[in-house]
């Protein structure tokens, strides 16, 4: 992760969770599928730039017995994650850069919502390496995630569509503001790359499990030994 994307996010920390309600469009599925893919079973989860916590509390509530250990760089935002988890005593917390922290070993179960695509692409492909032996075998990762249009002409259409859609749900001008700003560090890849490099790191099973315009949620397994 940059310097700047890291002061882009302590920056707008107190209004982030406000503004992505009303800036994801698709909200309550991108979510609700994201959650869905977790293992039963699943009792060790890392959540990879956790941020203000939004969906280790889904975690938490739909998995009642698992662990969430939640990882973001931005330390105000995971201030805002240890308030909204507050009184919760299977949750942990570090301030790293996931992009070089030791990720551990053995989880059943890594999740990230919304923090990937501000990873360079390259970098994207060596997380998703340092992935696969990070989770138990048979484990999963979970990406919900923002993604380009495979076409320039999809990626314009994409942002239109987004504009159009944020602006009927009721986002404020300076929401959408906010939201540029932070965007000013994306670097979205498309669904496809994202799957082909996900499978040249090893994973299997990889597939596309939700997407609505530039929102999906991807998915891939490590292999059983």
Known sequence: MTT?????FDTTAATYDTDRAKLIPCNDAFYRKAIELIPAGALRILDLGAGSGILSELVRRHHPASRVHL??????????????????????FEVADYNTATLGEGWDAIVSALSIHHLEDG????????????LKHGGIFINAEQVAGPTPHLEETYKRLWLEQVRAAGATEQQI????????????????????????????DVDCWFKDNRFAVLAGVRPVA
């Open 177 to 204: 503001k906010d939201s540029l700003y932070r965007q000013a560090e994306d670097r979205s890849a498309s669904v496809e790359d994202q799957l082909q490099w996900m499978r040249e790191a090893g994973f299997i």
């Open 123 to 134: 970098n994207k492909r060596k997380l998703f390496a340092r992935l696969v032996p990070a």
């Open 71 to 92: 990882l973001d760089f931005s330390a105000a935002m995971l201030d805002r994650a240890r308030t909204r988890l507050a009184g919760d005593d299977m949750v942990s």
């Open 4 to 8: 700047l994307t890291q002061e882009l």
